[in-house]
């Protein structure tokens, strides 16, 4: 089946510590996005890319950092210069003519 | 950049149809307006998207009016299963910063 896929569904930080979340998709999609929400709160966009080996800052970027070196992964690092990490964290996913998202299950971080 | 507004939470009884309304004054000619449904502890999940006029798929439907500053989402017979939060999203993705998620409308359905 065609789809994004996020892991892990929980993963725990320690202080001082980067981690990393995957977020592989299978849709032959160009464009991915990293969100962050809260909770109680919408989405707030990190970071997207539209295409291969580029991508660009959203609204929330500092303390986070990603990669695109494969249309089909999009990984997401929660860096140590990222004060409050804890929130829920949604990779989607986009055709390159369409308006329309796939997300993914994401990932729910927490800080030991 | 084009915002919207919501409504924060709607009630409604089960078999009841449910209409919530986003506006979005600032809409550019180029954006679309998709609805997205969100389940706790779950991604959000596409509806419908529209550009103007009326859409209507297998499970909501859309109306827009001519002046595109407001769209308003309507589910039929809602069941206890409808219950979530539901976004309206304005953008057309050309920069993804106008793809802005607001605080969404969370709708309970009532036995």
């Known amino acids: 089946d065609g789809g994004i896929t996020q892991s892990p569904k929980y993963l725990f930080r320690k202080e001082g510590q980067n981690v990393t979340l995957s977020c592989e998709q299978n849709l032959n999609h160009d464009a991915m996005y990293w969100y962050r929400q809260d909770p109680g709160q919408g989405l707030r966009l990190i970071y997207y890319?539209?295409?291969?080996?580029?991508?660009q800052k959203g609204d929330i970027a500092e303390g986070y950092s990603v990669s695109r070196e494969k249309k089909e992964s999009f990984p997401l690092t929660v860096t140590s210069a990222q004060k409050n990490p804890t929130a829920f964290y949604l990779c989607a996913s986009a055709a390159g003519t369409e308006e329309k998202l796939f997300f993914g299950s994401g990932t729910q971080l927490s800080v030991l | 950049l084009a915002k919207t507004t919501q409504p924060i939470s709607m009630d409604s009884y089960e078999g009841q149809e449910v209409n919530i309304t986003c506006s979005h004054n600032?809409?550019?000619?180029?954006?679309?307006i998709t609805w997205y449904q969100q389940f706790p502890s779950q991604g959000p999940r596409f509806i419908i998207q529209?550009?103007?006029t009326k859409v209507t798929n297998e499970v909501a439907s859309l109306f827009i009016p001519a002046d595109r500053k407001s769209s308003t989402l309507s589910l039929p017979r809602v069941s206890l299963s409808d219950t979530a939060v539901y976004y309206c999203?304005?953008?057309?993705?050309?920069?993804?910063?106008?793809?802005?998620f607001g605080t969404g409308t969370r709708l309970t359905v009532i036995p």
């Open positions: 890319s539209q295409i291969v080996n580029d991508f």
């Open positions: 999203l304005v953008g057309d993705r050309t920069g993804a910063n106008n793809l802005f």
């Open positions: 529209g550009y103007k």
């Open positions: 600032n809409i550019a000619t180029n954006d679309y």
